[in-house]
């Protein structure tokens, strides 16, 4: 449930109100004036607030809710105990979501430390920096020379803008982020503790020394990108690192120079992208994944966690393993493994024949058989 000490909410909704903002059926008339007064898990849900069930693992959570109201799919609509109120929708993450986003508005950017508006007289504004009118900026700010940022955007404490960086309007850039050779469109967030625009790894190696290669792109990111905590974004070396309209990135990405990313990609945390990569529109990329240099992936393929890319991928696939390959391969590939170290730690020895195929005996795998 939210905290309420730092998430307030706006405004209560009614039942009713919920159900016409996410389109729900199978709502008895006598339900439509009943508040809202707050949202939290199946297992914590009062009777004046609102859960859901998205994954079916929960489903002996939904049992024992106490919840005003449950957001859920037509097909465990029969699971709702019988105290709770169904909302029956289609995606009830995503009905969730809107519903969070209605109450608790402020939660959706960042907010000022000091909880006001202006530009703090402990900030550092160059002279030659350009704020519209409604820019935020907070205490230990640092904005420099020939800067332009757009109204309704946050620069949080200690954050670094610099020299010539562009920054659109309604953005939120976060407590101790540094954005330099950028150029930032409208409703961007920027967490804390980000690096963007610093050097690429660019290096010219030779046997006495390796010699230092001038970076000379920027960052270009479009509108509607969220980026999340310590993430790093190299500007580009001969060309521009590019992070396309609506991508979403987690904390603690590494993303090389020259890489081009598109629109409405997911990036998840720990991903390490290699230099001049490019990741064709609504790419998923699983945490942990490290993707080599030069590399093209296409549109709406998706890449298992831990997973290393060594090659091309084409459009609308999924993949995983080390190297990288059809999902359903690595699969087979890792329960051939747990088939044969089975068989020698049983001590059969001479489960495979001279041409190296598994033969014989009762426990073949039906799955594993040849062709």
């Known amino acids: 449930m939210p905290d309420p000490v730092f998430f307030k909410p706006a405004a209560d909704l009614t039942l009713g109100e919920v159900a016409t903002l996410v389109g729900a059926s199978s709502l008895a008339l006598e339900y439509g004036q009943k508040p809202v007064r707050g949202l939290a898990a199946l297992d914590r849900a009062k009777s004046d607030e609102l859960t859901f069930l998205e994954n079916p693992h929960y489903l002996e959570a939904l049992a024992g809710s106490r919840a005003l109201a449950c ?27 809107r519903v969070a986003a209605a109450m608790f508005p402020s939660a959706l950017r960042l907010s000022s430390a000091c909880g006001t508006q202006g530009v703090s007289p402990s900030s550092h504004v160059d002279p030659a920096a350009r704020l519209e009118t409604g820019v935020t900026v907070d205490p230990g700010a640092v904005i420099g020379p020939d800067a332009e940022i757009g109204s309704g955007t946050l620069i949080a404490a200690n954050a670094v803008i ?11 850039i976060g407590p101790g982020a540094s ?17 963007v625009g610093q050097d690429g790894f660019g290096f ?80 998923v990329i699983a945490g942990q994944v490290g993707i080599a240099g030069h590399v093209r992936i296409g549109a709406r393929a998706q890449i298992a966690g831990s997973s290393k890319i ?51 005996g009762r426990d073949r795998e039906p799955g594993l058989r040849k062709g």
């Not at 610099?162 to 939120?172: K, L, M, Q, T, W």
């Not at 961007?188 to 690096?195: S, Y």
């Not at 590939?333 to 001590?347: D, I, N, P, T």
């Open 204 to 283: 010219a190696m030779g046997a006495q020394g390796h010699a230092k290669v001038p970076q000379l792109g920027r960052v270009i990111i479009q509108d509607d990108v969220e980026i999340g905590a310590n993430t790093t974004i190299d500007r580009g070396a001969n060309r521009d690192t590019i992070i396309g309209e609506g991508t979403k990135i987690d904390n603690l990405v590494q993303i090389a120079h020259n890489v081009v990313i598109g629109r409405h990609c997911v990036i998840v945390s720990q991903v390490g992208i290699s230099g001049s990569v490019t990741l064709e529109d609504f790419v």
């Open 310 to 360: 060594m090659a091309d991928v084409p459009p609308g696939v999924r993949w995983g393993g080390t190297p990288a390959k059809p999902i359903r391969d690595w699969q087979r590939e890792m329960q051939l493994v747990a088939w044969l170290v089975k068989r020698w730690k049983r001590g059969e020895r001479d489960f495979l024949g001279a041409g190296g195929e598994a033969h014989g």
């Open 71 to 97: 957001l859920v799919a037509e097909k465990h609509v029969a699971r709702v105990p019988g105290e709770v109120i169904a909302l029956v929708v289609k995606d009830p993450y995503h009905s969730f979501a």
């Open 179 to 195: 954005i330099t050779n950028t150029l930032v469109g409208n409703r961007v967030i920027l967490h804390a503790g980000l690096r």
């Open 162 to 172: 610099g020299p010539s960086v562009r920054i659109g309007r309604d953005c939120s």
